[in-house]
């Protein structure tokens, strides 16, 4: 089976940094994204790994172990406007181009 | 560059009546994905499409259906609706030439069944 875990929710403080994690078992891996989501709007892309390690790009940065199962999406000098829902996805080797196995969701609150 | 554009972004049905929702996918993309969310699940994978072919199909009833047309634009199609059907309907488009490319998703079509 395909299972992709989340925590459901998260509280930081503005300007703080917050480590979200995300643990998958599929049946088969050819990558794992991030995406945001606000409250009524499109999930919109944030990254994406297939390889071991750190992927960077400006405030937002994600990890992952293939070998552990495991990723996290690192988000630096938090701003209000981050408060939303953080999605982890995972393409499984065995799947179609476009279906991605997703998370419940993170909701993170940030708060001045 | 548009967007992925849904439409209607509201809809409200009621048990038994069908539904067909409309997306148009970012010019240029060829691969289309339609997925539901709801709060306790998620989102959940209906279809994918490439070049007017359904490629996959995810664990949905046969109530579900779906389509591209020649332009790359894709209808999904609900029949005889149910209480549970009420969900946020995301539509997805992404550049099949490059693997690691992501979706991008439209702002979905509000779906209550009542």
């Known amino acids: 089976g395909q299972n992709i875990d989340q925590p459901t929710e998260m509280t930081a403080t503005e300007g703080a940094i917050v480590q979200i994690n995300c643990t998958y078992q599929t049946s088969g891996f050819n990558g794992l994204f991030w995406y945001q989501q606000h409250a009524g709007e499109a999930p919109t892309f944030l990254s994406y790994?297939?390889?071991?390690g750190l992927e960077e790009k400006g405030r937002f940065s994600s990890f992952l172990s293939r070998s552990k199962g495991y990723s996290y999406l690192l988000l630096k000098e938090l701003q209000m406007k981050d408060s939303a829902s953080y999605l982890c996805a995972v393409r499984a080797a065995s799947t179609g181009f476009q279906k991605l196995v997703f998370g419940t969701g993170t909701r993170l609150l940030v708060s001045p | 560059k548009a967007g992925v554009t849904q439409t209607p972004r509201y809809l409200i049905k009621t048990r038994g009546q069908q539904v067909t929702l409309s997306c148009s996918p970012i010019?240029?993309?060829?691969?289309v994905s339609w997925y539901q969310q709801t709060p306790g699940q998620g989102l959940q994978f209906l279809f994918e499409?490439?070049?007017?072919?359904?490629?996959n199909k995810g664990n949905f009833p046969g109530r579900f259906s779906g389509r591209q047309f020649s332009n790359s634009r894709s209808e999904m199609n609900v029949s005889t609706l149910e209480l549970g059907d009420s969900a946020l309907y995301l539509c997805?488009?992404?550049?099949?030439?490059?693997?690691?490319?992501?979706?991008?998703f439209g702002n979905g079509t509000r779906l209550t069944v009542t």
């Open positions: 997805a488009s992404s550049l099949v030439a490059e693997y690691n490319s992501p979706l991008h």
């Open positions: 499409y490439f070049s007017e072919t359904q490629r």
């Open positions: 790994n297939v390889l071991d």
């Open positions: 010019s240029g993309h060829r691969s």
